[in-house]
């Protein structure tokens, strides 16, 4: 069970709320609101010249020939990421390191930093960007969790586009944890969350979730590979009605279980996880005099826990435990 990270000074509140997984938003444009290691594409304009770019990568991390290692560190040291929220990354992932806390991190390949990803060099800069966070947070925080993208059914790419995303920064950070393994003795297990929908799981999964599902096994150069995962998880949003329906949580998530399974047999089905639930949304509340503070709202509350855990959700994060200005 987890909460997502709003503005993370005071460790303490952390510790005394008892939760042991966290998700925290990253902004590629904030890590990188330009290119950190220009020319864009650093010269690759093929297949070929795409994997001879990514063994050298992989033989060699931390060369500054490869990242810009400098200014990345920097950024995550110094950066105030604003938003909704406001965190400093390094001072929240080390708070939230020192509490035992599992991290996930949403880092969105949003087209206003990856343009379509269908040039090489496109495809280059996005596979890159991923592997440079996910060896960076792994070696220095242990990060294994990760999400590619944040409600891309709410007005996000194509899903042929979001494939290519999801499956070139699936192998990113795959190659990444398994490169921090190596290096450092660590045994880290990468777990990518998709697709991360909003809405109702019975009007997204026969589009988003089968769309990941049924590629599970592909990757990015288009390859059909049992042993590759796409995904780890299947992950969801879902918030309640006006008023909520505690019942409709489990109801939903049993059969988005049953959908997964129907279209992985006989395959293990992917776990199900939740990354944000509330009673209600953000916006709804900012309208009301209530808060989950509130009797009616905190036992509504409770009751979508327990229906959602009832139906064996295997990951839990609630967003938000209070609304920020």
């Not at 770019?53 to 995550?76: E, G, H, I």
């Not at 390949?109 to 990803?117: D, E, G, I, M, Y």
């Not at 969350?193 to 592909?218: C, F, Q």
């Not at 709804?284 to 826990?305: E, H, K, M």
Request: glycine share 8%.
């Amino acid at each position: 069970a987890g909460l997502n990270v709003s503005m993370l000074r005071l460790g303490d509140w952390w510790r005394y709320s008892g939760v042991t997984g966290a998700r925290i938003f990253i902004s590629p444009t904030q890590i990188e609101p330009a290119d950190e290691l220009p020319p864009w594409g650093y010269g690759v304009t093929n297949q070929a010249g795409f994997l001879s770019r990514k063994a050298l990568v992989r033989s060699d991390p931390w060369n500054t020939a490869y990242f810009n290692w400098p200014y990345v560190s920097n950024r995550f040291a110094t950066h105030v990421f604003t938003g909704t929220d406001y965190i400093v990354a390094d001072y929240a992932l080390s708070t939230l390191q020192q509490l035992g806390a599992q991290i996930l991190i949403n880092t969105t390949a949003t087209a206003s930093k990856f343009t379509n990803v269908v040039a090489w060099p496109d495809q280059w800069e996005l596979w890159h960007y991923y592997y440079e966070e996910a060896f960076y947070l792994g070696s220095q925080y242990n990060v294994q969790r990760y999400q590619m993208y944040n409600e891309p059914d709410n007005g996000g790419p194509t899903g042929t586009n979001y494939l290519t995303r999801l499956q070139l920064a699936s192998d990113a950070i795959q190659s990444a944890i398994a490169d921090v393994n190596t290096m450092y003795g660590k045994s880290l297990t990468p777990m990518i969350l998709a697709p991360v929908t909003a809405g109702s799981v019975t009007g997204t999964y026969n589009t988003w979730g089968k769309l990941v599902v049924t590629n599970r096994h592909i990757n990015f150069l288009g390859q059909s590979n049992s042993a590759f995962w796409l995904v780890q998880k299947y992950d969801y949003h879902q918030y309640g009605g006006s008023p909520p329906s505690p019942s409709t949580f489990g109801a939903n998530l049993s059969y988005l279980e049953g959908q997964i399974s129907a279209s992985m047999a006989p395959e293990t089905p992917l776990p199900a996880t939740i990354s944000e639930f509330n009673v209600y949304d953000g916006s709804v509340f900012n309208g009301l005099s209530t808060t989950l503070d509130t009797p009616a709202n905190y036992s509504a509350f409770g009751a979508i826990a327990v229906n959602l855990i009832q139906n064996a959700i295997n990951e839990i994060y609630c967003f938000k435990i209070s609304q920020t200005v």
